[in-house]
C-alpha cells in the first residue's frame, strides 16, 4: 500500500477554509484515498473518498491532482468542532476494510 | 440504528487477568474489526472478520483472540491481560460505499483499558 505523508499540525481560523494536505507519490491506479478524522479520544470518522476525481459531500471537498501523487482535503467554512486529527490513507477496495492509520495531522480551528 | 456499540467503555485488570470486550453492530456489515490506539499514536489493526464465522490476523494480533459467530457481534479475548495492552480499543465495521464500490468504516466509540 502507498505510502501517505501529512503535515503534523496546522491551524486555521474559525470560518475560513481549511486545507489539509496529504502526499502519496507511490500510489498505484486501484488505490483509493480516504480521509477519517478523530475528535478528542472518539472513534475515528470516515469524512470522504475519492479515486480520480474530485468529490464533494456535505462535511467536505477532496482535490485529487491529475497524477494522483497528492491531495488536499478542504473544510470549506471550518468551525471549533472540526479541531481534530486527520488520517489522509491509501487502500485499495480489497484493502479498505484494513485500513492503515499513520500519525495524521492535527487541526486546530481557532476562535 | 445503534451503529456500532463497545462495551465497557473503562475497565482496569490486574496482570494475569481475562476478559472480553463486546462489540456488537446492527447495521448488517459483513466485514468488522478491532484496533488498538496507544497515547499519541494512530490505530493498529488487531483482528479482523470478513463475515460471520471467518477472523484473520492483524497488525498486532499477539495477546489477543476474537470469534464472530454472528454477524452482528465481534468480542475481543484478552487471556491473560499485561500491562503492554493498556490502551483504548476501537471496534469498527464495514459496508460496501455502493456509489463507488469502496468501503468505508463506522468505529464504536471505544474501550479504555488499563492493566495495572
Known amino acids: 500500500d502507498a505510502k501517505t505523508t501529512q503535515p503534523t499540525s496546522m491551524d486555521c481560523a474559525e470560518g475560513r477554509a481549511a486545507n489539509l494536505p496529504c502526499n502519496h507519490s507511490?500510489?498505484?491506479?486501484?488505490?483509493?484515498v480516504y480521509w477519517y478524522r478523530q475528535i478528542h479520544s472518539q472513534g475515528p470518522q470516515y469524512i470522504i473518498h475519492g479515486l480520480k476525481n474530485n468529490e464533494t459531500n456535505e462535511m467536505a471537498s477532496l482535490i485529487i491532482t491529475e497524477d494522483r501523487k497528492s491531495s488536499t482535503l478542504i473544510l470549506p467554512h471550518a468551525t471549533l468542532r472540526d479541531t481534530a486529527v486527520y488520517y489522509c490513507i491509501v487502500r485499495t477496495i480489497q484493502g479498505a476494510q484494513k485500513l492503515v492509520f499513520g500519525q495524521g495531522t492535527r487541526l486546530t480551528i481557532n476562535p | 440504528n445503534a451503529g456500532v456499540t463497545q462495551t465497557p467503555k473503562f475497565q482496569v485488570l490486574k496482570t494475569g487477568q481475562s476478559m472480553t470486550l463486546q462489540c456488537a453492530q446492527d447495521?448488517?456489515?459483513?466485514?468488522m474489526s478491532w484496533y488498538r490506539q496507544d497515547p499519541g499514536m494512530g490505530l493498529r489493526l488487531i483482528h479482523y472478520s470478513v463475515g460471520a464465522g471467518i477472523t484473520d490476523q492483524g497488525e498486532v494480533p499477539n495477546g489477543y483472540n476474537v470469534s464472530r459467530s454472528t454477524t452482528e457481534d465481534f468480542p475481543l479475548r484478552l487471556l491473560s491481560a499485561a500491562p503492554s495492552q493498556t490502551s483504548v480499543y476501537f471496534c469498527?465495521?464495514?459496508?460496501?460505499?455502493?456509489?463507488?464500490?469502496?468501503?468505508?468504516?463506522?468505529f464504536g466509540a471505544g474501550s479504555r483499558l488499563t492493566v495495572l
Open positions: 469498527a465495521s464495514s459496508y460496501w460505499y455502493r456509489g463507488s464500490g469502496a468501503n468505508v468504516l463506522t
Open positions: 447495521m448488517n456489515h459483513e466485514y
Open positions: 507511490t500510489i498505484s491506479g486501484n488505490e483509493y
